[in-house]
């Protein structure tokens, strides 16, 4: 029978392997994030590396590790934790381990309005980038593509096949409008689009770090409150309804901190391809859990891209963005997936 | 022979419905379904919902169970309106088990039946001693427990649904609403599902059902409620509503009534255009 653990008037069910692995997947993030810092052309060893984050470290690495090297950590962490819960509570809600943040439209939105914005040059584009910088810009467009997708799988309450579809549709078009801005563009901005495209945490500063670490912590906090309601809805609707939940509502609510969770992302570091589908499939297994569970998943997916990110700028010849390392990754999964749910 | 409800409705049952329907009327975006029906159920007893195909029998159970709004009249559980009532005091009142309901690939028999406990956990009391021991009751009530540590999806459709209805159960309420309990099943495993609801009730409870098949409904209810066309056609037991006259109208099914020679009940014969013998 299920076992329970009882603190005072709190008591939950008692998982050992899923507690174990969870505890495990978060020294294992703080280690290659730790690693992550380390490494480069300066090379800290560990030890020293934690100390300084620590408070006791002396005053050069403090400068190396804190100025220089934290911020982009910080954002790898971030990203990945965002990415990774965001991909839990789609593909919980559509109740299909298709539906992540990639195919819900989201990511196809930032893309469209940040090449649009690097692009189209002078007046009003060159005004919003100045004023509010291409990863806002990027944040309002994919937040606005998610919602859009959202509204029209409506149809007295969201289905998850509807919404997988026309987030399927409402990405080809935006990806249409990608390609068509890339044609057209001058060289030089489409080289630059080029980088945003693929998805990298060069160059990140404390400002953006910012921006990502307080969007995550207040959606992380609203996802804690709501998580309860929403393990029923894995059973689907109706049954959800006779357990007493609102299914619409905790939806509605799940939903939208998951586009925002992925809008943040992509906003910070550019459309990281598949983190958000590969994180909530590999959290799943390693749990041995049947559904997303959604502090795993975004563990997992804080480590797929720090140490996505620490492969591509250290293990690789050539220094790549992480993007690239991610989907090398991803698409391989995507396709190990589908063949095992054909031979089923 | 109509006596027959009485004497096995037991003494123990008051007589005051629990659950009715006052004037409703429920439709789809427009194209009205149910119109102005009046219905209660009796407690204590088993009621079963039977109907052609699309004369409105889920919509009903489904109004009852407060999944659709009507548009007119209202739902009344223990004295209130149920749209009035909060979801969460619903549930702890009415078990709902809709049709055909489909678990995630790979969850334990022991965790969907400890999910039927949600009405009565919340963030910080997530799972109590009480909540191991009602689930423990609902495993074994249903006969399931030797399967607690297996997926669902792992089993026969037959055990699949008595899982199902072990999570109803576990949810704590005695009145139990089943949206088509037997679909999907062979004739042994329906009457396998149906012997456990009969249990159920024996136990005390009120159970609601649709069924499509008409024998196995006459067999097993106490009370049948015949709808055609989004009203009721005729109500009460199955000895004092099923005649071949009101098979023709309900369904234009000609057919014959005999006695049952097993259950004491009526049993329908369809007479269908051909291999028929005598007329």
């Known amino acids: 029978m299920t076992p329970g653990v009882r603190l005072g008037q709190v008591s939950f069910v008692w998982r050992p392997w899923m507690v174990c692995v969870t505890l495990l997947l978060a020294a294992a993030t703080f280690l290659v994030f730790c690693l992550s810092i380390g490494i480069g052309d300066f090379p800290i060893g560990l030890s020293r590396v934690i100390a300084t984050i620590l408070g006791r470290g002396e005053q050069v690495d403090e400068f190396v590790i804190m100025d ?277 | 022979m109509g006596a027959e409800h009485l004497t096995k409705s037991g003494p123990a049952v008051e007589d005051v419905p629990r659950l009715a329907a006052k004037g409703i009327a429920v439709g789809y975006g427009g194209r009205t379904v149910i119109d102005g029906l009046d219905v209660t159920v009796p407690p204590g007893l088993i009621t079963t919902i039977i109907g052609p195909n699309g004369c409105g029998k889920s919509t009903l159970l489904r109004t009852l169970t407060r999944l659709l709004k009507p548009t007119a009249g209202a739902v009344v559980l223990d004295g209130e309106d149920i749209v009035k009532l909060r979801t969460r005091d619903v549930a702890r009142k009415l078990g709902l088990l809709p049709q055909a309901p489909v678990a995630p690939e790979g969850l334990t028999v022991a965790d969907l039946v400890a999910r039927g406990r949600h009405p009565h956990q919340s963030w910080l009391r997530q799972w109590s001693s009480d909540d191991v021991s009602v689930v423990e009751r609902a495993l074994a009530m249903t006969g399931v427990s030797d399967l607690a540590d297996r997926p669902v999806d792992s089993l026969s459709g037959g055990q699949r649904q008595r899982v199902w209805i072990s999570m109803t159960l576990a949810q704590g309420t005695d009145l139990l609403l089943l949206d088509e309990p037997t679909t999907y099943l062979d004739l042994a495993h329906a009457i396998d599902v149906l012997d456990l609801v009969d249990d159920l009730h024996e136990s005390g409870r009120t159970v609601v059902m649709v069924l499509h098949d008409l024998n196995l409904a006459t067999r097993y209810s106490d009370n049948l409620v015949v709808m055609r066309d989004g009203s009721i056609l005729a109500q009460g037991h199955p000895r004092d509503v099923i005649t071949a006259d009101l098979l023709h109208e309900a369904f234009g099914l000609r057919a014959k009534v005999i006695d049952d020679p097993v259950g004491g009940r009526p049993l329908i014969v369809p007479i269908g255009r051909t291999h028929v013998q005598i007329n």
């Open chain 1, 68 to 344: 220089l090297r934290m911020p982009r950590a910080l954002a790898g962490l971030l990203v990945g934790i965002a990415l990774g819960v965001s991909g839990a509570i789609t593909q919980s809600v559509a109740r299909n381990p298709l539906a992540s943040p990639d195919i819900l439209g989201i990511t196809g939105g930032a893309s469209a309005t940040a090449v649009f914005l690097v692009t189209v040059s002078g007046g009003a584009a060159t005004a919003v980038v100045s004023t509010v910088g291409l990863s806002a810009a990027a944040l309002v467009g994919g937040l606005g593509t998610g919602l859009l997708v959202y509204f029209l799988a409506w149809r007295r309450g969201v289905d998850g096949f509807r919404l997988i579809l026309i987030g399927i549709s409402v990405t080809a078009v935006m990806e249409a409008i990608t390609t068509w801005l890339l044609t057209k563009a001058d060289i030089r901005d489409v080289a630059r689009a080029q980088v945003w495209l693929v998805g990298s945490l060069d160059n990140r500063s404390w400002d953006e770090v910012r921006v990502v670490f307080w969007c995550t912590l207040v959606l992380m906090v609203v996802v804690a409150a709501v998580a309860f309601q929403f393990k029923p809805l894995h059973l689907g609707d109706e049954v959800a309804a006779g357990l007493g939940v609102r299914f619409s509502g905790v939806r509605a609510v799940l939903l939208l901190c998951a586009v925002l969770l992925a809008a943040a992302a992509v906003s910070a570091a550019g459309p990281v391809p598949f983190v958000a589908l590969v994180a909530p499939q590999v959290a799943m297994r390693l749990v041995r859990y049947p559904t997303p569970p959604l502090v795993a998943s975004g563990l997992v997916g804080a480590l797929l891209l720090i140490g996505a990110d620490l492969t591509a700028r250290s293990a690789l010849p050539v220094t790549l963005p992480v993007g690239v390392v991610t989907a090398a990754i991803g698409g391989p999964f995507l396709v190990y997936l589908l063949v095992r749910a054909n031979l089923r």
